[in-house]
Every structure is written in C-alpha cells, then in structure tokens.
C-alpha cells in the first residue's frame, strides 16, 4: 500500500511520550530528508544506532539498489554521508552491528546467483568495505531472497530468514557460521511447506532464555480466511517456534492467525520478549478495527503456560481513523518503563500514519497515539521505530513525504526525545 514516490525538506515536529505514571511532552523533529537520486530516497529499515549515537540504515539510490548511510550528531545538528553504495542486489534489511563496529545484513537479490546474499561492511580509515559472506543457491536446496534483519547467537553465529526457496518454496530459517577460515558456512535449520507451518517468513527471529527461536510467517497455516491469500500457500500466517535438539531443529505453530474473525493476519514483523519470557507483535492487517477491507491490524502479546502452551492476548486493534491510533502497525520496542512503542504505517488524523505507544497499567495496556504524521515536511508511511541505549531518544524513519505537499517526498529519519 506505499504510494508513489517524489521529494522533501527538514520541519520541527511535537510528539508526546510516554513514561512511568503520566505523559511527558518532548519535542521531536525532522534530522534528515532524503533528496533522491544517488543521495538516497526511500528509507527501508528502521536505523541501528552505535555507541557513538551515529544512526546507519539503509535506503534506494535512483537505479533501484540499496545504498548504506550514517548521521552524525554535529554541533546541535546531523551530518548525512552515503557509506556504501551496491551495484544490484534491490532492498536491504534492517542492519546488525557486532562487537566490533562491523555492520551485518541481507539484500534480497544479487550476489552469485542473483537470489540474495548476506553481507559484512567493515571500516578501515573511515573507509566501509563491503564482504559477501554468503550467496543464496535457490531451489531446492536453499532459500532466496533474504528480506529481514539477521541475529547473532552468544557463539558468533548469524541467524535469518529467507522469504522464498527451500525444497517446498515457501522460504527457510538459516544459519551462519564461521569454517575457521576466515569463511561462512550455511545450515538450513527449517523449510516451511506452507499449510501448516507457515510460509514466507519476512521477519527476523528472536532467542527465548532458553535458546529456542521464535518468529512469524507472513502467509501459510491453517487458516482459510479468504483475505489471506496473498500467494499460492493461502493462510493468514503463523507464529512458530524453532527448538534445538540432537536430530537439528524442530519447529512447532504457536499460533495460526485468522483463526478468528478477531484475530490478526499477515503477520510481517517478528516478535520481541519481556523478562517474563512474554511475547509481543504486531500484524500489518486483520483484527476487529474498521475502515479496512481485511482489517487494520492488531498488537498482540502471548503468555506462556504448562506444557509449552501460549495463549494470545490481544493489546490493540487498529483503526485508520478511529481514535486516530492508524492501521497497518509495524513492529513494537520497549521502553525502560516496559511500555510498548511502535509505528502505523497509515491512517491517524492526517491519514499518513502514527507514532504509538501501548502504555503498560494493571490490566494489560492503553493504546495513546503520540504523533499524527501529516504527510508533509515531517513524513508519511513510518516503518520503524528504535530507541537508543538509555532509551530516552526514540528514532524511526518515514517511507515517503518531507517536501511539504501531502506525502509526496522521498521520505526522512525523525527523532523525539524526553
């Protein structure tokens, strides 16, 4: 549902926070708008921040294929610097940064069979380097066209996901490890088939405590919801789980969505863990708001019990206008308070899409918009929100708008902060 793209330029913004007991005003703004063209134009992940507090994330250059940027804190200001650009190889993930200061991700396509690969930038002298550790082969021996940010494992090892290829087509679960050589070598920890477990998984996937994974497919399962069928696989998609053992690893369905009317489907972004080993999400459609044709998605939680039982909690249902909370929400980070925050990519007063928060009390927790984007200077079509380190400032980008004429633009990085 992302519109048609053009141009923009840097504006105030006010948002509003919220903390422990009431709501804090804190002002946001604009640090970067995306001016097209080899500069960058169309943000895609949502920016990781180094210890530093220098943002790196990825957008299109005019030919299509991603570009790597970073912004600098400066004097009050930001300072915008393309670090990398690829000759192919279409979107990006969301970056990864290990111990070092390297940066990890995936792009769809490219690499030696032009199906995707993962990647390592490393800087030498201020100079970034690109290392291709890893080329998809495709069918049906391997996946194709890696779309979500990778994890790391306490060992080193990269994990991710591959939205199509493995023996059934429907995409896999991967690993990365190093051979010792200075080389990567791939295991295929699980192939979806599509009914029942799921198919095209476009999120990452998460650890528990106890080192299992758990993640979610976009399509696939059980469910026969007629507005699932995004793809030949047909259901709403799943929420798995994916645990180790001596014959490798076994997946489970924690969750078919759709299973109700209530329910959420498409779930394309992945989960995220409390310290009471409780599981929250997003879907980009289905639920009980109004004004969508499939609904406009919900925040869900799931609470473990005896015999690796979760049960699903439904914490928000979107509604493009409704209470102006929006509608296709995109992912959930926590702040230090255990409150829940997160991005619609549409709806809300101006119809471009919100900020949120799910504010934790003893019943569970209250959906309050904290911005309404307008489509103009500010944005339209967040993606993605983060916070830093200490959680004071919250960062996210905007697919489009910031030339001040109704969503049109090529899109730009906010910040709001205590």
């Known amino acids: 549902m992302l519109r048609d793209m ?28 995306f001016q097209g063209g080899g500069n960058g134009e169309y943000p895609l992940g949502t920016p990781v921040i180094d210890s530093a507090g220098n943002l790196f994330g990825s957008a299109l250059n005019s030919d299509g294929a991603p570009l790597i940027y970073e912004l600098s804190p400066s004097g009050g200001g930001w300072n915008y610097q393309v670090i990398y650009w690829f ?4 979107s990006t993930s969301q970056l990864l940064f290990d111990g070092s200061g390297n940066l990890y991700g995936t792009t769809q396509a490219g690499g030696a069979n032009n ?24 069918y049906p021996t391997d996946g194709t066209n890696p779309v979500a940010a990778l994890i790391f494992d306490s060992a080193g090892n990269l994990y991710g996901t591959t939205l199509k290829g493995g023996t059934f087509g429907a995409g896999t679960v991967f690993e990365l490890s190093s051979d010792g050589l200075g080389g990567w070598v791939e295991s295929l920890l699980y192939e979806f088939e599509g009914k029942p477990d799921g ?9 528990d405590a106890s080192g299992n994974l758990f993640g979610t497919t976009s399509g696939g399962g059980s469910s026969e919801e007629q507005y699932c069928f995004l793809n030949q696989f047909g259901g709403c998609g799943t929420l798995y789980e994916l645990t180790p053992g001596a014959g490798g690893w076994t997946e489970t369905v924690v969750h078919d969505f759709g ?52 049960t699903e909690h439904i914490l928000a249902n979107f509604n493009y206008k409704q209470n102006l909370l929006g509608g296709s929400p995109v992912g959930l980070v926590f702040d230090a308070y255990g409150n829940l925050y997160g991005a619609a990519q549409l709806g809300g007063a101006g119809n471009e899409g919100t900020i949120f928060t799910l504010r934790r009390n003893a019943h569970g927790f209250t959906p ?3 911005y ?16 830093d380190a200490i959680r004071t400032h919250l960062y996210g980008i905007a697919f489009l708008g ?14 709001g902060h205590q």
């Open 6 to 33: 053009f141009r923009m330029v840097y504006a105030p913004i006010c948002v509003v926070f919220l903390m422990t007991g009431s709501l804090l005003a804190v002002t946001g703004r604009v640090i970067h708008t």
């Open 87 to 90: 000759s192919g190889g279409q």
């Open 115 to 138: 199906l995707g690969t993962v990647f390592e930038l490393t800087q030498s002298r201020g100079i970034w380097t690109a290392n291709t550790l890893y080329s998809f082969g495709g």
């Open 199 to 207: 198919a095209s998984p476009e999120s990452p996937v998460a650890f």
């Open 259 to 310: 299973a109700s009317s209530s329910d959420g489907h498409w779930a394309f972004s992945g989960v995220i863990f409390d310290a009471s080993g409780n599981m929250y999400g997003t879907t980009l459609a289905g639920g009980g708001g109004g004004n969508c044709d499939a609904g406009c998605g919900i925040a869900y939680g799931f609470s473990p019990g005896a015999g690796g039982v979760w």
């Open 368 to 370: 309050i918009v904290l």
């Open 372 to 387: 309404n984007f307008t489509g103009g200077t500010d944005g339209a079509e967040p993606v993605g929100v983060v916070f």
């Open 402 to 415: 910031g030339n001040g004429q109704g969503g049109l633009g090529d899109g730009t990085v906010f910040v």
